[in-house]
């Protein structure tokens, strides 16, 4: 099929033809790595049944063990560590008013991600019915409830694991205990065994000039759409939670 536009010029289409067969290309490299992900051996079990405290917006909170994330019909959990508090050293705003201004300032979420959380929480609400989709931080989930109402996340499960080894096991946090975005998906075997199957480790891989590590970058709407403008990522910006 040929496509073409009002008013392109043959020098247009003919680039653009040529970008077409690497994106072609590009979503073939997908697939495989896709599959290659799905072929992967089984990953460890999780070192212990971990308790935590959680909720989805809008509910009180209550215990609950790793092992009930998954739900009767549920194979695979996904489980994104926000960065709550956020990094030492990051100075981006906070709204003047609501929740977070309400805390010390070193005590808010990054920025960053809670934004990638407010762009998934509308595919979270599919995703749920196939599969676990959790946010896990390190402060109270009370707090992590109150910050969910004030951006109007409705289908986040939320846990606390506070009290827990998980962010140090699964890299949510460095040695020194600086927060990491990483995300770790799980898997339930039959006999109802709990393994690590695959995490966004691009976060600790050398990265290419110019690029930051691009971890979740697959799943990262914000971003994605902002390589489909001639503009491109801005290279002087960051998501914000409040833009003033």
């Avoid at 990094?87 to 960053?112: K, Y």
């Avoid at 109402?149 to 096991?169: F, I, M, N, Q």
């Avoid at 975005?181 to 393994?195: A, C, E, S």
């Amino acid at each position: 099929m040929a496509v073409t536009f009002p008013g392109e010029t043959d020098e247009h289409r003919q680039a653009r033809d040529r970008l077409l067969t690497e994106e072609v290309e590009l979503r073939r490299h997908m697939e495989r790595v896709a599959a290659a992900r799905r072929a992967l051996p089984p990953g460890g079990p999780i070192p212990e049944d971990y308790v935590f405290a959680g909720a989805f917006p809008g509910e009180e909170p209550v215990k609950v063990r790793f092992s009930e994330l998954f739900g009767p019909d549920v194979t695979s959990v996904a489980v994104y560590s926000w960065m709550f508090p956020r990094h030492h050293g990051d100075d981006r705003p906070v709204p003047p008013t609501g929740p977070m201004a309400e805390l010390p300032f070193d005590e808010t979420p990054c920025p960053s991600c809670t934004s990638f959380l407010d762009h998934l929480d509308g595919v979270a609400r599919h995703a749920r019915h196939q599969m676990g989709v959790v946010v896990e931080a390190g402060v109270p989930v009370e707090r992590m409830l109150a910050i969910a109402e004030d951006r109007g996340w409705r289908d986040w499960h939320l846990v606390s694991s506070a009290g827990t080894t998980y962010r140090r096991d699964y890299h949510g946090e460095s040695e020194d205990g600086s927060p990491i975005p990483i995300l770790n998906v799980f898997r339930r075997d039959p006999d109802g065994t709990v393994r690590h199957s695959w995490a966004s480790e691009l976060m600790f891989a050398p990265t290419d000039p110019g690029q930051d590590p691009r971890h979740n970058g697959t799943i990262d709407t914000l971003w994605n759409l902002f390589d489909l403008t001639a503009d491109g990522r801005p290279t002087d910006w960051n998501e914000q939670v409040f833009y003033g």
